[in-house]
C-alpha cells in the first residue's frame, strides 16, 4: 500500500492550495486519513484527521482556514488551505490506517509535498 500526495508548491501569503493524497495498493479498508506537517527545526503535528465517516478533527491554527475532505470510493483525502500565513510553510505528510483485512491493520504515510508561502 502506498499513498502519493500531491498539490504542494509555492504560494502568496492570503493564497490557497489544495491538497492531494491517493492511497493503492492491497487495500480492504481505511479507517482515519489526515495530514500532518513538518517545518524545519519542528517536530511533526497533526493539521486535520478525518473518520471513514466523516468526522474530522483540526489543529487550532487552522480551524476555520483548512478542510479535509474524502473520496472513499477513490480511497482519496484532500486538504483545502486557505488564508494561508508564513507559518504554514513545511512539508505535508499524509497519514492513513488501513485495513489489508477485516482483522489486520497498519499505518501508511506519504513521501511528504512541500508548501511553499511567500509573504
Known amino acids: 500500500v502506498q499513498l502519493v500526495e500531491s498539490g504542494g508548491g509555492l504560494v502568496q501569503a492570503g493564497g490557497s492550495l489544495r491538497l492531494s493524497c491517493a492511497a493503492s495498493g492491497n487495500i480492504f479498508s481505511i479507517n482515519a486519513m489526515g495530514w500532518y506537517r513538518q517545518a524545519p527545526g519542528k517536530q511533526r503535528e497533526l493539521v486535520a484527521a478525518i473518520t471513514s465517516g466523516g468526522s474530522t478533527n483540526y489543529a487550532d491554527s487552522v480551524k476555520g482556514r483548512f478542510t479535509i475532505s474524502r473520496d472513499n470510493a477513490k480511497n482519496t483525502v484532500y486538504l483545502q488551505m486557505n488564508s494561508l500565513k508564513s507559518e504554514d510553510a513545511a512539508i505535508y505528510y499524509c497519514?492513513?490506517?488501513?485495513?489489508?483485512?477485516?482483522?489486520?491493520?497498519?499505518?501508511?504515510w506519504g513521501q511528504g509535498t512541500l508548501v511553499t508561502v511567500s509573504s
Open positions: 497519514n492513513a490506517t488501513v485495513y489489508r483485512d477485516p482483522y489486520t491493520y497498519f499505518e501508511v
